[in-house]
């Protein structure tokens, strides 16, 4: 049969169609005759709207959710068009954030785009042929599957309210704007050099099929880089809405802004791209950070190194032997050592680092202590094997967007009994 499709694509599209009640039979002439589109449309339920003799209801005054998937209070924290993950949720699970958990940072309400009609357009003067690409043309370039972290600048902007006293502008999240998956796809290489990216090239933009356009450049050496991909898969299926279907980019280490969801055209340029998610946003502003036109203050570009623990904020925990666990990452290779204090930052014991250490992905950690009753915080801290530490709270910069808190944070814990 002549698709073009490696077996991983066609094993993820047979699941697909099971779960929507396609028979074998079927499932294989789609694929024959339309590919991954065909499958695609065949599994996505057509409503037929219900003729009524009578007028229609006036529009419902509560606007559409933002957010497709279902986002319960008990795995999530609601922020308007975003949603932060729970990280208590994680505690008892594996390695890797499930789909249903992950955490969703959108400009705008998640679009719903047509993969029969969506094509992707290289385009430039960075580049010596434009390219469009449809769905199935993706599917059956090289691929490539890394783990990797993929997280909010502002991850952590709520603690410059809490911990510094300096509140931040924007959604004020803890540390939940965090998670770990599994991505495959093309990688972004392939494609600049099917559109013969020049020497020239200085920048490259992926600009998004949302409502408001997302996109932000990133140098050509990033784009280049052998992990960064346009991915169609997350965790082996087929990239969920909100998480960019049906192409996103991963941009390791980098800023989550970076990797742009929903991708319809990529835009390679011989001169540095300048747009508002780079001049006015997802940049430091304030007294430490002097302005680099046409930029308001230094560009964000790599995140930086954190821990959190897997618990309620707040919690509560009984009195005795306790073994809690939680994540720790770095934007610059794997975690080496993650440390906690349960006496306010007095002293510290080493936590033991248990499963996959993947470098921009982060590791998980465990420590047991005897807790005391009483009002308590326990605090972790992580160190990268690059040597880069989380800085201490004095060391913390403010900036008016709340962007790259690093500092270790006190997780608030009351002991009973």
């Known amino acids: 049969m002549e698709h073009g499709l490696g077996d991983q694509q066609v094993s993820v599209l047979w699941r697909r169609a099971e779960v929507a009640g396609i028979p074998r039979r079927k499932f294989l002439a789609l694929l024959a005759s339309g590919g991954a589109v065909a499958i695609l449309a065949a599994c996505t339920p057509k409503v037929t709207p219900t003729p009524s003799p009578v007028p229609p209801s006036p529009p419902p005054t509560t606007p559409a959710r933002p957010i497709l998937k279902p986002t319960p209070d008990a795995f999530f924290i609601p922020l308007g068009t975003n949603a932060e993950m729970r990280f208590e949720v994680m505690a008892s699970r594996a390695y890797i954030t499930p789909g249903s958990f992950f955490f969703v940072r959108s400009h705008t309400a998640t679009p719903l785009i047509d993969v029969k009609t969506w094509k992707l357009r290289i385009e430039g003067d960075g580049i010596a042929s434009p390219l469009e690409v449809t769905y199935n043309d993706l599917l059956k370039m090289p691929s490539k599957t890394v783990i990797r972290f993929v997280e909010c600048a502002g991850n952590g902007r709520s603690f410059f309210d809490t911990l510094l006293k300096k509140p931040a502008e924007g959604g004020q999240w803890r540390l939940g704007a965090y998670g770990i998956a599994e991505w495959t796809g093309v990688p972004l290489a392939e494609l600049l050099r099917q559109a013969g990216i020049k020497r020239t090239a200085v920048d490259v933009m992926p600009t998004g099929l949302d409502s408001t356009s997302v996109e932000r450049p990133m140098?050509?050496?990033?784009?280049?880089?052998?992990?960064?991909?346009?991915?169609?898969?997350?965790?082996?299926?087929?990239?969920?809405?909100?998480?960019?279907?049906?192409?996103?980019?991963?941009?390791?280490?980098?800023?989550?802004?970076?990797?742009?969801?929903?991708?319809?055209?990529?835009?390679?340029?011989?001169?540095?791209?300048?747009?508002?998610?780079?001049?006015?946003?997802?940049?430091?502003?304030?007294?430490?950070?002097?302005?680099?036109?046409?930029?308001?203050?230094?560009?964000?570009?790599?995140?930086?190194?954190?821990?959190?623990?897997?618990?309620?904020?707040?919690?509560?925990?009984?009195?005795?032997?306790?073994?809690?666990?939680?994540?720790?990452?770095?934007?610059?290779?794997?975690?080496?050592?993650?440390?906690?204090?349960?006496?306010?930052?007095?002293?510290?014991?080493?936590?033991?680092?248990?499963?996959?250490?993947?470098?921009?992905?982060?590791?998980?950690?465990?420590?047991?202590?005897?807790?005391?009753?009483?009002?308590?915080?326990?605090?972790?801290?992580?160190?990268?094997?690059?040597?880069?530490?989380?800085?201490?709270?004095?060391?913390?910069?403010?900036?008016q967007l709340g962007y790259l808190f690093s500092a270790p944070v006190p997780h608030p814990v009351k002991v009973v009994g």
């Open 219 to 399: 140098p050509v050496d990033k784009a280049m880089a052998e992990d960064t991909l346009l991915a169609y898969l997350m965790n082996g299926d087929i990239l969920p809405l909100d998480h960019g279907f049906p192409a996103r980019v991963i941009a390791p280490g980098w800023v989550g802004i970076n990797s742009i969801k929903w991708v319809g055209k990529i835009t390679v340029s011989e001169k540095p791209i300048f747009v508002d998610k780079n001049t006015s946003s997802y940049v430091f502003i304030g007294p430490d950070y002097p302005p680099q036109p046409p930029a308001k203050g230094p560009i964000l570009t790599t995140q930086v190194v954190k821990s959190a623990c897997a618990l309620p904020w707040p919690a509560t925990l009984s009195a005795g032997a306790q073994r809690i666990v939680g994540y720790a990452w770095s934007a610059f290779g794997k975690i080496a050592r993650v440390e906690v204090s349960t006496d306010g930052g007095q002293t510290f014991r080493e936590a033991a680092l248990t499963g996959p250490n993947i470098e921009q992905a982060g590791v998980r950690w465990e420590f047991t202590f005897t807790a005391q009753p009483g009002e308590m915080t326990i605090t972790p801290r992580a160190t990268d094997d690059k040597g880069n530490p989380q800085i201490d709270l004095a060391q913390q910069k403010w900036n």
